[in-house]
């Protein structure tokens, strides 16, 4: 039987919706519970969240389940993006709800700054706070900047938690004190992201709809801005009339064929090219992304700006797929010597994703070398770090206010 210590932990989410920063609280929210040294819970402000088109429940999420089955105690403020709420204040009892939970804990934990405008409520309680951040580019984040300034000019907070050195650099020259600033690099579960070679491969890339000798790139992100999906697309352009075997799978929310921003894009992009464009998979929401992974040849980023360690190039690159990337937060360290960089530029995009394919092979040992270093096990121990001197350092002052 687990024994715990007694430490307690809330992580607060905006809501359960799909993206890497969540799959990444959430791992490591999982590794800490289930390690017996902390107990851990979830309050998330929103129980449905409506983003890219897609209306995502919360207890449809594969994290929320994967809590829920590490023993994690999951709760709501019950919002919802399809009620109107007033976005930067909360009812009273929310508020009576909220402190519930918070003076239940040793240690809160944000995830990203958008939680905190709760946190620095007068109501909520004095506990240390660690917010944890997975971009890049505060100055894209509304209001969530000024709350994090708010609640460091506070006291409140006791660190933050930086998934890059690009985050680090970003929040420090936008005035959060660099004392606070801790960077843990990203990980993820070697286990379940790890090449998958010779027939299964053949059969996945079969089922997949994937020719043998073809080249395949996945692009995994949601439909946004910061994406840049018409700059996907576009290469995906030049890249199939390139490459006459070619093949794109594209997912993420917003990925599919009910978001009708995409359609558009589509039609201008391809519209003119029904022959290209039948060699565009729309996937949509996967939970299976190890198999679109080893799948495919190529991993493919395109994002314009806020990225910080995007998880899909780790992911990819860890299950046999060649990254390559725009020149964004920490991408070019994280591909170095696995991957390439380019620029902005759709032919150039588009020639670099045949070159990656074609040495997809001489640089597996490569990719083989760097794996220990992408590990989760190392996230989560860095963590804990944090979240022990959080408490060690703070807590007892703050929770005797």
Known sequence: MIQRNGLRV???????????ARVLHSTVVTGLHQGGRQQHSVLSLHHEVKR???????????RYRAL????????????????????????????????????????????KEQPLRL??????????????????????????????????????????????????????????????????????????????????RLALR?????????????????????????????????????????????????????NPDLADDLERILGDRPDLRGRVQLLGVRHDMELLYAAADVVALTSAFGEAAPLCLIEGAMCGAVPVTTPVGDAPSIVAGIGFVTSYEPTEIAETWIEASARRESLQAARDAVRPRFSHVRMIAGYNQVIERARRETGARLTHV
């Open 68 to 111: 829920r089955a590490a023993g994690v105690r999951i709760t709501s403020l019950g919002r919802s993006t399809e009620v109107e709420h007033d976005p930067r204040g909360f009812t009273d009892a929310e508020m009576t709800a909220a402190a519930r939970q918070a003076k239940g804990a040793d240690v809160i934990l944000s995830l």
């Open 10 to 20: 809330l992580s607060l989410y905006e809501g359960f919706f799909s993206g890497g």
């Open 119 to 200: 946190v620095n409520q007068p109501a909520f309680p004095n506990r240390p706070v660690v917010a944890c951040l997975h971009r890049s580019d505060p100055e894209h984040q509304g209001h969530a900047l000024d709350d994090l300034l708010t609640a460091a000019n506070l006291g409140k907070l006791a660190a933050v938690v930086c998934c890059a050195e690009s985050t680090r650099d970003a929040y420090r020259a936008a005035g959060v004190p660099g004392e606070l600033l801790r960077v843990v690099p990203n990980g993820i579960n070697l286990v379940r992201f790890r090449p998958v070679r010779g027939a299964r």
């Open 52 to 62: 890219e088109s897609t209306l995502q429940r919360m207890e449809d999420d594969p």
């Open 206 to 258: 079969g089922s997949l709809g994937i020719a043998p000798d073809s080249t395949a790139v996945v692009y995994a992100a949601r439909y946004d801005a910061m994406k840049n999906p018409e700059l996907f697309l576009r290469s995906a352009r030049e890249f199939l009339d390139l490459d006459r075997s070619g093949q794109v799978l594209m997912c993420g929310a917003g990925m599919d064929g009910a």
